[in-house]
């Protein structure tokens, strides 16, 4: 059987779908959040179809599974005037509202959340194409994430209840919201990257206009009546439509007070420039990335291979911090390269239900296309795909391709391919990795492949100031998520992490007097009355 055949035979027809992974039925969606109310939509919609395909007469086919509402900006714009009339310049109910309250209002979201786990774990799996164990990994940590914030928060909080003394003067500081946020997550991630930046947010006493992804949309309408259930009116809004016909005019109102995007530095850099009040527009974006494994010539190559595999090919290689660019030493690339095919070619590939799965459908319906084309390109300046089957495509499924010798004139030496291509680039002396990266317009993250300590020393020293994290002899990764998780140049503004983010969607504010008698009468008045919900020494368990 040749290997487009095989390709092909990973695909199933509609009856040999496993029940206990298939939908409800379709799911069409007409209605959305806005203003604190389920708003019904009769006008155009977006039909979804899934990147896993069927086999039909017709050959393979999209499964479609559902479909949502195609909004236009007057519907942008009426949740937009209602995320302003909720934060009412600060004096709304969830701004001024205590923290222990925020914070329950988020358990009582998380645990209707829980509810969901099911139909959107299932919806993960089915709109981007991922494992159904990873769709479970996502759902999970996400909860776990928000848990983690609401004690990051607690701390925070209980750190802040007591009173500086300075110079004859007293503060009490605590952090404040910012305002109104316009919060857009990625396709990769669509439910735990969209709620790393919109959980601490809105617990921070933001209101919300979010926009779900174009790939992984559907699987927030399971959440959109807790939304509601659980926030006051008006604090989360979502909002659907082609992002280029509704978000302009939302920056171009100037009443978004944060714009936080997962995804492209160049949509950021363009909405950011349509906010006509620069000053007050605060960003907290994670962006584009180039991230490279350096193997020297005195690497564990049998480790460097397992980590690298992971690194590159997880999800295949749809991640943010991805391996995209492996750099190997001259003296070991064949050694290296034998093994790497080797090992990709023991990755199971097939259908995201299937148990121990590894390499999935692409959800982008032009990204094969794209990937054929930076093969081409490679191909047409010296290199060759050196893994047995590498780069070839069936329906909406692509297979690894490991790319070799690849240099400076290719796509792939630059371009974040954001899929499942492994370029690898030899190289002879340790600086010219070095000065790839301070090249480089990305800065996220880096892995040394090496046990000579002094030669790990000499990379780190460097590149802890061209990149945000370096990692020793594994593979580069967002968590713990109680590391902070940013980078440099073009790849992040602003820091996430558990305790990094509620900070990010906050400000210090401070109330502070004179320590005369009459001052220390009136603030012991205040606590003691708790007629203030800002100025406190409640202290929150």
Not at 114 to 142: H, P, Y
Not at 188 to 199: G, H, R
Not at 464 to 470: A, D, G, K
Request: net charge negative; with cysteine; glycine share 6%.
């Amino acid at each position: 059987m040749d290997f487009n055949a095989t390709l092909r035979n990973i695909f199933v027809e509609e009856n040999d779908i496993p029940q206990e992974f298939s939908l409800p039925g379709l799911i069409h969606q007409r209605e959305y959040l806005s203003n604190g109310a389920m708003k019904t939509w009769d006008g155009p919609v977006h039909e979804v179809y899934s990147p896993i395909c069927i086999k039909t007469e017709n050959g393979l086919e999209r499964k479609l599974i559902g479909s949502y509402p195609v909004c236009t900006a007057a519907e942008a714009d009426e949740s937009l005037d209602a995320a302003v009339a909720a934060y009412n310049n600060g004096r709304g109910e969830w701004p001024t509202m205590g923290v222990a309250e925020r914070i329950h209002c988020v358990e009582q979201f998380t645990g209707r959340m829980i509810e969901q786990k099911d139909i959107i774990v299932k919806l993960i799996m089915w709109e981007i194409g991922k494992s159904f164990a990873d769709s479970v990994k996502e759902f999970d940590r996400t909860v776990e994430y928000i848990y983690a914030t609401i004690d990051s928060l607690k701390n925070l909080d209980r750190d802040s209840s007591g009173f500086d003394i300075v110079d004859g003067i007293a503060a009490q500081v605590r952090r404040s919201p910012l305002g109104v946020v316009l919060c857009m997550g990625p396709f990769n991630y669509p439910l735990n990257e969209t709620f790393t930046t919109l959980i601490p947010a809105l617990i921070m006493g933001n209101t919300i206009l979010f926009k779900p992804p174009k790939f992984g949309t559907l699987l927030h309408y399971p959440l959109q009546e807790a939304f509601r259930d659980c926030f006051p009116k008006g604090v989360v809004n979502i909002i659907y439509g082609r992002g280029n016909t509704i978000v302009p005019g939302l920056m171009q109102s100037g009443k978004i007070n944060v714009l936080t995007l997962i995804g492209s530095s160049k949509v950021a850099n363009e909405l950011k420039k349509q906010h006509p009040k620069v000053n007050r527009l605060r960003a907290v974006l994670g962006l584009d990335a180039k991230n490279a494994a350096i193997v020297t010539s005195n690497a564990d190559i049998e480790l460097a291979v397992k980590e690298i595999i992971l690194g590159s090919l997880s999800f295949n290689g749809q991640r943010c911090t991805a391996l995209k660019i492996v750099w190997v030493h001259r003296s070991i690339a064949d050694e290296f390269l034998k093994k790497f095919s080797a090992a990709v070619a023991q990755l199971r590939f097939g259908m995201p239900w299937e148990k121990g799965v590894s390499l999935t459908p692409l959800p982008e319906t032009n990204k094969i296309e794209y990937l054929d084309s930076c093969i081409a390109d490679a191909v047409a300046h010296g290199a060759s795909v050196v893994n047995e089957n590498g780069g070839g495509s069936e329906g909406s499924f692509f297979y690894p391709a490991v790319v070799y010798p690849v240099n400076s004139k290719m796509k792939l030496y630059h371009e974040e391919q954001f899929g499942p291509i492994v370029p690898v680039v030899p190289f002879d002396d340790l600086e010219e990795t070095i000065e790839f990266l301070i090249e480089s317009t990305h800065g996220q993250q880096v892995s040394i492949f090496s046990n000579d300590a002094d030669e790990v020393a000499s990379l780190i020293d460097p590149l802890v100031n061209q990149v945000s994290r370096v990692n020793i002899n594994t593979q580069c990764q967002r968590g713990p998520d109680v590391f902070p998780f940013t980078g440099r140049k073009d790849s992040a503004e602003g820091t996430l992490s558990v305790a990094d983010a509620i900070r990010a969607f906050s400000i210090r504010s401070l109330v502070a007097f004179k320590m005369n008698e009459t001052n220390k009468q009136l603030i012991n008045e205040i606590v003691h009355e708790d007629t203030s919900n800002f100025l406190s020494t409640k202290f929150i368990f």
